[in-house]
């Protein structure tokens, strides 16, 4: 393998692993706001004790996050440095505005919020709470502001003096409208993961607590999470499906290539079925072999033009795309090599299919949750504890296959050119890695860095198995503190 596979290798490994943390973090920060809220209006022990519980799961999760995420900033400037040169003046910007305002906001009162239970007064801690929240949903907008430019490349122009892009219009950077469609879909996957989280660790509880002594209080707690959970999970996941299908309509305009791989669509198509199993060479070496074995006849014209049939339900097909791109951006390399524009059949098919199954999951969890426990029930049905245990990592691994899926499909370009925009303002992944670092230099970080996140995953693990199985503490009502000179102290 080249310094080029390799590099992508290592930045596919730990934008992986560091994404399975950020939608926990996300989610879980308001739910907790939430529940920090619920206390302060009712008084009720309850939410203090689930403030507490969830809580410091949260705590285990953000700080593994910010290590893993520190890795990323990194690697532009290090293996992708050809990347960095061409696209710093606008890359760079969503992510300044990241670190300068959102992360240092989420941090200093995410600060404030652990050591200020006996020093700031309930409504000014609550209102830590709410602005840690705020910051890490306000990061996820400028990180995806940034994504967003490299699928679809506004505000900006080529310098052929340079030989690179330069930002004119940051106002379009940060409201590119893939990223007002990408921001929301992102932030609800996060609540359907993060009230998964809730409701599958709550559910497990409230049935092992049920089957040993049905009278316990904790029963009653634990029960009132997974509602809140529960409801949590069908409004977000209802917010998935709408942005999600926004989200698509808009792809087939700016990357009709990407959703053609995604559906294994290889002739353009009048009507177009919605594949739900496709077999033969996914590799695209052989796309006559691809055949659609189960479909729905006219979904995809409907989901890609809000047309079933007609001459405007149709969709272009990878042959033909194929064709459109190496017209428009070029056919060969400069040693006469042909340029595939068509991304892996494989992944780009399964990512997509696996992002929505695996969500089926938390649905399937939040009917079985509300219907056990309506009309104020607890249940200590085993089946449904674990139902609760399976659900719990799918929706981590659904938001996986979805990044995945949209960062695998995009290629083999880094930053996508903007079909309706300039045609000079793109790259192939190709062209923005090092010259400088060698295969073997990326082969040793890439193992380093799998080794270490390798380690880190097994402590991630171990904490918070270790504090779930804690359950819920047991807690005081806060006091100020008497203003003597003491040390601060961890709240967790």
């Known amino acids: 393998m080249d310094a080029l596979e390799l590099a992508r290798w290592q930045f596919g490994i730990t934008t992986v692993y560091h994404f399975v943390l950020v939608p926990l973090t996300i989610g879980l920060s308001l739910l907790v706001a939430i529940m920090q809220t619920a206390w302060h209006r009712t008084g009720n022990e309850k939410w203090l004790r689930l403030t507490k519980f969830y809580g410091k799961l ?191 309509k808009l792809m087939f305009e700016q990357q009709p290539i990407k959703m053609a791989a995604a559906e294994g669509l290889v002739r353009t198509t009048e009507s177009a079925p919605f594949s739900l199993l496709t077999i033969g060479n996914l590799g695209g070496d052989d796309l006559d072999s691809v055949r659609h074995l189960i479909e729905v006849p006219g979904m995809l014209s409907f989901m890609a033009t809000g047309h079933w049939d007609g001459e405007e339900s149709t969709v272009l097909g990878l042959a033909d795309l ?21 991304p892996n059949l494989a992944i780009t098919y399964w990512g997509f299919r696996l992002m929505i199954g695996l969500a089926a999951f938390s649905a399937a969890l939040a ?40 960062e695998m499909g995009r290629q083999p370009f880094v930053v996508a050119p903007n079909p309706s925009g300039s045609d000079q303002v793109f790259l192939m992944t190709m062209f923005g890695v090092s010259d400088v670092v060698s295969a073997q230099a990326v082969l040793t970080s890439m193992t380093v860095f799998t080794v270490v996140y390798a380690v880190l995953a097994v402590f991630w693990f171990r904490l918070m198995r270790r504090y779930t199985l804690e359950g819920l503490p047991h807690v005081e009502e806060p006091t100020l503190h008497d203003g003597t000179d003491t040390p601060l102290s961890f709240a967790y």
Do not use: C
């Open 322 to 342: 194929q064709e459109m791109y190496a017209e428009r951006y070029g056919a060969t390399l400069d040693d006469g090599t042909p340029i595939e524009y068509r």
């Open 367 to 406: 009917l079985a949750s509300l219907w056990l426990t309506r009309k104020g029930r607890s249940t200590d049905k085993r089946w449904f504890g674990t139902l609760a245990l399976v659900a719990l990592p799918m929706p981590f691994l659904a938001a996986s296959f979805g990044w995945i899926f949209t």
């Open 58 to 248: 949260l705590l285990i999760n953000f700080a593994l996050g910010v290590a893993t995420g520190i890795v990323q900033e990194f690697q532009f400037g290090m293996n992708w440095s050809e990347y960095s040169r061409f696209v710093g003046d606008i890359f760079g910007a969503p992510l300044a505005m990241e670190a300068l305002i959102a992360f240092f906001l989420e941090s200093t009162f995410l600060g404030l919020w652990i050591f200020g239970w006996d020093r700031l007064s309930k409504r000014v801690h609550l209102a830590t709470a709410w602005a840690f929240s705020i910051g890490s949903i306000l990061s996820a907008y400028f990180i995806i502001a940034a994504n967003s430019w490299m699928q679809h490349p506004v505000g900006a122009e080529y310098n052929p003096e340079t030989g690179r892009a330069e930002m004119n219009d940051v106002v379009a950077v940060l409201t590119n409208s893939t990223t007002l469609v990408a921001f929301p879909h992102v932030i609800a996957t996060a609540f359907l993961v993060a009230g998964t989280f809730v409701t599958g660790i709550a559910a497990w509880w409230m049935v092992t607590k049920a089957r040993a002594n049905a009278q316990d209080p904790d029963v009653g707690t634990f029960r009132t999470a997974v509602r809140f959970g529960s409801v949590v999970m069908i409004l977000a996941g209802a917010l998935v499906i709408w942005t999600g299908d926004q989200q698509a």
